[in-house]
């Protein structure tokens, strides 16, 4: 059965996704993830995602589930940042997080055996299994774009009309067999001696295509390769000792990792140093509240998680899973007027809005009628001054 979800902007505007709708999350990004509003963190959670990759996908992947856990509850590996050289060490605050955003219904998987780097073999993979998940997406490693790679060729590379293994082509007409999902578009990893022509050509032929396409874009080469303060960061042939490396300065500037975020010196990885893993994982949640529905934008409303009171004590829907009418039942700290909808996941409502007031005494009774809609998943969305409380609904 199809997840359908929603969540609502903090500022009450939800956007309908019922066509295609341009998403770039990118370094600028990650701050955004101190205001996701709760109900599109909740969203978001809810969406089954599978995301394919090499190790550096391992590597996200274990950030997303340091994330899962309270701060004070994340083993160590999730919060180092010191580095063994100390010029690069990081302020701890970049390996800090507040609460717990559950990813249980977020799958990482490697590649396949014999077919790593191969949008053909992502796509097979999928489609076996397109129906458990409504999020989907593969990203290049930098071992795709090492020097020599034809992947950025505008003829045979990955955006040619003669390309050699899947294609930009490939990938679209997936997305386009599957309407009803959500696919992300990545540019690669980075390490720090690529910083290649190919990287850089390949990531910005990707952004391009991106925007020229309107397509869902998580730009991790553009997060790994400024560092915490915003400064881009550039391949290790530049002169400059570093440890066991000490390549001559070859004259060029190529987008690569920061130092910040590796502690190797020609590869990478995530996972010696916790910040480029965490910083990539809370772009990460940036992306999947923008999926659910989110605007972005940053409001004054402050979001529940971080401690804020909530309106409401109690919210009851019965029953659930339903076959037609849905009854709810909401209790809250005192009079106050509510707007109920009932929506997709892509925003769409799917019954007229209600608006209501509770009584003297904080309640309100209600009837949903939804016995016309097809089977699904639905959001039931209460929205009080200041709050915003939602409910899964099962329709049969």
């Given amino acids: ?53 090499r190790s550096v996908g391992g590597n996200i992947n274990d950030a997303l589930s340091c994330l899962s856990r309270p701060h004070a509850e994340a083993p160590n590996s999730c919060k180092r940042f010191a580095h063994r050289d100390e010029r690069y060490a990081v302020d701890p605050s970049e390996v800090h997080w507040k609460g717990s955003w559950d990813r249980g219904s977020w799958q990482y ?12 073999c992502f796509i097979d993979y999928a489609e076996a299994r397109v129906d458990s998940f409504d999020v989907l997406g593969f990203q290049f490693s930098y071992l795709a774009v090492m020097p020599g790679s034809r992947l950025a060729d505008p003829a045979t590379g990955f ?47 990707m952004r391009a295509y991106a925007r020229t396409h309107d397509l869902v874009l998580f730009d991790v080469a553009d997060i790994l390769s400024h560092d915490p303060s915003g400064q881009p960061c550039f391949d290790n042939r530049d002169g ?106 892509f925003g769409r409502e799917v019954l007229p809005r209600r608006n209501a007031v509770t009584d003297e005494r904080g309640r309100l009774t209600l009837s949903v009628q939804a016995g016309r809609q097809p089977a699904g998943m639905y959001v039931l969305l209460l929205q009080l001054p200041g709050e915003i409380i939602s409910r899964r609904i099962i329709l049969l």
């Fill in 240 to 345: 400059v000792p570093y440890l066991e490396e000490n390549h001559p300065d070859d004259g060029m500037d190529l987008p690569a990792i920061c130092p910040q975020y590796t502690t190797e010196t020609e590869g990478g990885h995530l996972g010696s140093i916790s910040a480029g893993g965490i910083r990539v994982a809370k772009a990460f949640w940036v992306l999947m509240a923008r999926i659910a529905g989110w605007d972005g934008r940053v409001t004054a409303v402050q979001n529940p998680v971080s401690g804020r009171a909530p309106t409401a004590v109690r919210l009851d829907v019965r029953p659930n899973p339903s076959h037609g009418d849905l009854q709810l039942q909401l209790a809250t700290r005192g009079n106050a007027d509510v707007v109920v909808r009932l929506v997709d996941m």
């Fill in 109 to 120: 998987a490697f590649w396949p055996a014999g077919c790593a780097e191969d949008p053909r």
């Fill in 159 to 205: 955006f040619g009309t003669g390309a050699t293994g899947g294609s930009a082509a490939d990938y679209a007409a997936f997305e386009a067999r599957h309407p009803s999902k959500k696919v992300i578009w990545w540019t690669t990893s980075l390490a720090r001696s690529i910083g290649t022509v190919e990287a850089r050509d390949f990531n910005d032929a």
């Fill in 1 to 53: 059965m199809k997840v359908i979800i929603i969540a609502v902007a903090a500022v009450f505007l939800a956007g309908p996704f019922a066509t295609a709708q341009r998403i770039l999350v990118n370094h600028t990004s990650v701050a955004l993830f101190e205001h996701i509003p709760s109900a599109y963190a909740e969203a978001a959670s809810q969406l089954r995602l599978l995301f394919m990759d």
